[in-house]
């Protein structure tokens, strides 16, 4: 009987140690920093991928303001703003106009870092930024097309 419960406890620990490094290399996963180049637009045409410093630079120079989309991957409203509010046309039309549109993904500690700075902590948010980085508008919560497009043009 001791040899029995000694093996079910032996499998039981196999399995917890998996399990913990498992965890420890989805952790590390989301360490990694942010690319350094300023690249193209993400796949809805939207989001510039790059670093955060970067673009903040490119705004300056081009006279551009920035909109800064904090979001994360649970986060069902932040989806749907992908989907539905930053393709839509009149938006997307307002965006290419004169704005750098920047997605920051919480999910990784790059991303916390900057909602830190903006003092973020509720998901979607939209922070316009004019060409020099000073704020000019924060937004909290979803953003339909309309809404979005309204915020768009007051800058």
């Not at 490094?21 to 790059?50: H, M, W, Y």
């Not at 490119?58 to 703003?81: I, R």
């Not at 700075?117 to 020099?132: C, D, F, W």
Request: hydrophobic content about 35%.
């Amino acid at each position: 009987m001791k040899h029995i419960v000694l093996a079910l406890l032996f499998f039981v620990c196999v399995g917890h140690a998996q399990t913990i490094d498992q965890k420890r290399s989805s952790i590390s996963n989301r360490v990694e920093k942010a690319p350094e180049k300023v690249e193209t637009q993400e796949e809805n045409g939207v989001f510039l991928k790059g670093e955060y410093k970067n673009i903040l630079e490119q705004a300056s120079k081009e006279e551009k303001a920035v909109l800064l989309h904090f979001g994360a991957e649970w986060c069902l409203p932040c989806k749907q703003m992908k989907r539905m509010t930053y393709p839509n046309s009149i938006v997307k039309g307002k965006l290419e106009e004169g704005y750098l549109a920047f997605e920051v993904d919480v999910d990784y500690f790059w991303g916390m870092d900057i909602a830190e700075e903006y003092g973020v902590s509720k998901y979607p948010t939209v922070v316009i930024l004019n060409s020099n980085g000073k704020v000019r508008e924060k937004h909290e919560g979803y953003l339909g097309p309309r809404e979005m497009y309204r915020l768009l043009r007051n800058y």
